[in-house]
């Protein structure tokens, strides 16, 4: 788990950014003792339709491609797949990255929010032993979960994101029924044809006053 460390230069040399919107590689931002920040999911319909999960770790979103999406149901255990560290900035962005281009696709803003770092570890710490354990104060996912590295196999990008028991475990939860935007309440399709949301949207899942 060096990738940490690495900064935004893999962000930066995959991406043209004559060409998409995604945001530039900023600065990073200022950040505490890591023991926890800001969270977002994207529901990205690139070449393959997936999920990215960004969490705020020492001043980048430390970032996972979660092919299934994440999973409120603890024995639906969730591949992630380790990808560049991205930009602050990226955890507002929804739209369309141009076909050609690097994720060519539509991204949605599917859950925002926060985080703690669970244990005494800070975050780094736990990413660097391999299991981190953290709970999410979002609109869509709540609670505790784990993300653990899968140590035998590949390079040591593949990790299994896990809901932990508590109060907002969902039996057999299906992401395909959350499928609407946190920001704009669009769907996929919306966002991809760039225009507002038909509505009333059915926005399943929500304390609404938490949009
Ligand atoms: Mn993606």
């Known amino acids: 788990m060096t990738a940490i460390s690495m900064g935004l230069k ?15 590689p900023d600065e990073r931002v200022a950040h505490g003792a890591n023991r926890g920040g800001f969270f977002c999911v994207q529901r ?31 024995k639906r255990k969730a591949l992630a797949m380790k990808v560049e560290d991205h930009p602050f900035s990226y955890g507002t962005f929804e739209g369309n990255i141009p076909q050609g281009e690097y994720g060519g696709g539509s991204v949605m803003l599917w859950d925002k929010g926060t985080y703690e770092v669970l244990g005494d570890l800070n975050a780094e710490g736990q990413i660097e032993r391999g299991d981190f354990k953290f709970a999410l104060h979002g609109t869509k996912l709540n609670g505790a979960f784990a993300i653990v590295q899968m140590k035998h ?6 990790w299994l994101l896990i809901k932990k028991q508590d109060e907002f475990v969902i039996p057999g939860y299906d992401i395909d029924e959350y499928a609407w935007s946190v920001a704009t309440k669009r769907n996929q399709d919306e966002i991809a044809r760039d225009v507002a949301p038909s509505g009333p949207a059915d926005l399943k899942g929500v304390k609404k006053a938490a949009l």
Do not use: C, Q
């Open 44 to 74: 990205h319909d690139a070449t393959r339709l997936h999920y990215d999960f960004l969490l705020e770790v020492d001043g980048v979103l430390v970032s996972g491609a979660v092919p299934k999406g994440p999973s409120l149901d603890p």
């Open 153 to 158: 196999a590949g390079k040591g990008n593949e």
């Open 10 to 24: 893999e962000y930066a040399h995959k991406r043209h950014f004559d060409k998409t919107s995604e945001p530039k």
